[in-house]
Structures are given as C-alpha cells and as structure tokens.
C-alpha cells in the first residue's frame, strides 16, 4: 500500500465523519470536509481530478457553513432569541449525550433551551414558541449544511472514480 492510497483512505474516512459532523455538532463538520478534500488534492496523487474535485466541493462546503449561519441567526433574531439562550442549549445537550445514549443531544439541547427560555420570558407558551422556532430554525442550517456536505463528499466520490479509472 502506498502512500496515496494510505491519503486516499484516510481523506474518505476524514469526508465521512465531516458529514456526520454536519448533523452531529460535537464532531468536526464542514471544515473537516474542507480540509480532506485540499489534502486529497495535495497528497492524494489524482492529479487534476484532485484538483477539480477541490475547486468544486470547496465551495459547496463554504456555501453549507454559511447559509447554516445565516438562516439559523436569521430565524432566531426574528424571533428575538438571545444567544445566551442557545449557548445554554448547546450546553445541556453536551451533557445530554451523557445521560441519554444516542438522543441525549437533541433532548439535552430542546430541554436546556425551553428551560433557559421559560427563565427569560416566565412564560411556558412564549417559552414553547421560541424554542420551537429556534429548534426549527437549528434543524433548517443542518439540513442546508448536511445536504451540501453530502454533495462535496459525492463530487469526491465522482473525483474518485475519476482517477483511478486514468
């Protein structure tokens, strides 16, 4: 096994937690997709297949970290959901990934946001309805993020076949 293969593999692998890291916000997303696909380019031996694959997944990765961003801070600014009611969240759903196997991220997030919503608004249905549109609006930049991760890692794949079939 040589050393482009070894690169090859490790870039496929790298490519496949990135996607999962799109919808699971504890691993590395994006930019660990970003980053696999310049190595591949670099170290991978396609050549300009390497190349191409880099010049059109870049920018899919790009565009899924931004508009994540903007549509997620968009939603929750229109709604008035301060940060500090994500940040907690995010907090409670790192803690949930302990307590509850597999779901405990999204529950842990949900609940840690009702509960710091409820504190700002003492209100349960204000409460309701802000978390509810900030989870929508959360799951709307994954699912943007997600599915332009999938098309990078799909133009790798193309980029793949690409190569060792010259």
Do not use: D, Q, Y
Not at 139 to 155: D, H, K, R
């Amino acid at each position: 096994m040589n050393s482009e293969t070894v690169v090859t593999v490790l870039c496929g692998l790298a490519i496949l937690v990135g996607v999962a890291g799109t919808v699971i916000p504890v691993l590395p997303g994006s930019i660990l997709i970003g980053a696999s696909l310049l190595a591949w380019a670099i170290w991978g031996g396609a050549g300009t297949a390497g190349w191409v694959v880099l010049a059109v997944g870049l920018p899919l990765v790009l565009a899924g970290m931004v508009a994540s961003a903007v549509l997620t801070g968009r939603k929750l600014r229109e709604h008035r959901i301060p940060n500090r009611s994500v940040l907690i969240g995010l907090a409670a759903g790192v803690a949930g990934m302990f307590i509850i196997p597999l779901v405990g991220l999204f529950v842990g997030f949900a609940t840690g946001l009702l509960l710091s919503e409820f504190h700002r608004t003492r209100s349960i249905g204000t409460a309701t309805s802000t978390s509810w549109a900030a989870l929508k609006a959360t799951g709307l930049g994954i699912l943007v993020e997600f599915g332009l991760a999938c098309l990078a890692a799909s133009t790798w794949v193309i980029g793949l076949w690409v190569s060792l079939a010259t």
